[in-house]
């Protein structure tokens, strides 16, 4: 038996933390705990009790609510349905931009002076709130759809760019140095080695990202960006909570069978 081995049979002690470990994670969490504490005044927690001290605003809500209206169905699913080729046309396009950012933002594939300048691009992207984007399209191009799906591009493919990069990252080196080995270049090394290993990876992303987009498009419609956002807009402001019941039915119908479409089409691809 060598020194330090256990003896046969004998169970190993569980990994146990440092102290310093410790001492960090208290750090941490409880930092977290005491902004938690501190935010609650500045979130208006303490006047929860609104909920139950409105209670029969409430109730002639939920009673609303729970009495759809269907006779407009037709409306709701067509603009339901520009929702969701809203959602659609600003992913496709954000994949686009997003691949070749992506690539440039990798640190394994592209030289240091690009990562840079690429990464400060995807954080702009990221960090406009797409509804901020939206109305600045609004104002360009004019009121409908078009500024709804170059919202959802610009902002999915700073998120985008963001998740294909860090695949990028975490790729295995041998099949690009295999490609290296045999004296192809650096394109031959992006196409053989590097995008066939993260290919099903960036299509799960933009998946989760068509499914998301499509709630994002719903609330884009409250700006005038097209699709049944405006519609549910325009019925709660006349306070025909009926309609806003059936639209909102609409909107979960729509929204679980893209859900369920994407996860069986993930389910294939990884």
């Known amino acids: 038996m060598t020194d330090g081995a256990l003896p046969a049979g004998t169970i190993p002690r569980p990994p146990a933390k440092s102290f ?18 501190y935010s609650i005044g500045d979130v208006d927690l303490g006047n929860l009790s609104r909920l139950f001290s409105n209670s029969e605003n409430t109730r002639t809500f939920a009673a609303e609510l729970a009495k759809p209206d269907f006779t407009d169905w037709r409306l709701f699913v ?8 809203i959602a659609l046309w600003g992913t496709f396009i954000a994949v686009f931009a997003a691949v070749p950012m992506g690539l440039a933002a990798a640190r394994n594939v592209a030289p240091g002076w690009l990562v840079f300048p690429v990464r400060l691009v995807m954080n702009l992207l990221r960090s406009i709130p797409d509804l901020v984007i939206g109305l600045l399209f609004v104002v360009a191009v004019g009121l409908g759809p078009l500024p709804g799906v170059l919202a959802i591009a610009l902002n999915t493919a700073g998120v985008l760019a963001k ?14 140095e295999g490609v290296r080995a045999t004296g192809g270049s650096s394109l031959h090394e992006i196409v053989w080695g590097v995008v066939p290993q993260v290919a099903p990876l960036w299509t799960s992303f933009a998946l989760y990202r068509f499914e998301s987009n499509s709630r994002s498009a719903t609330v884009l419609g409250l700006i005038g960006a097209g699709g049944i956002g405006q519609v549910l807009f325009d019925r709660m402001n006349a306070f025909d909570f009926r309609d806003v019941s059936a639209v909102v039915i609409v909107v979960v119908v729509a929204v679980t069978m893209i859900d369920m479409l994407s996860q069986a089409m993930r389910k294939r691809l990884l």
């Open 163 to 176: 998740l294909f990069s860090e695949a990028v990252e975490s790729i295995d080196k041998g099949p690009v």
């Open 20 to 37: 310093g470990a410790w001492a960090l994670d208290v750090l941490i969490w409880g930092g977290v705990g005491v902004l938690l504490v």
């Open 78 to 85: 067509e603009k339901m349905w520009e929702t969701v080729q």
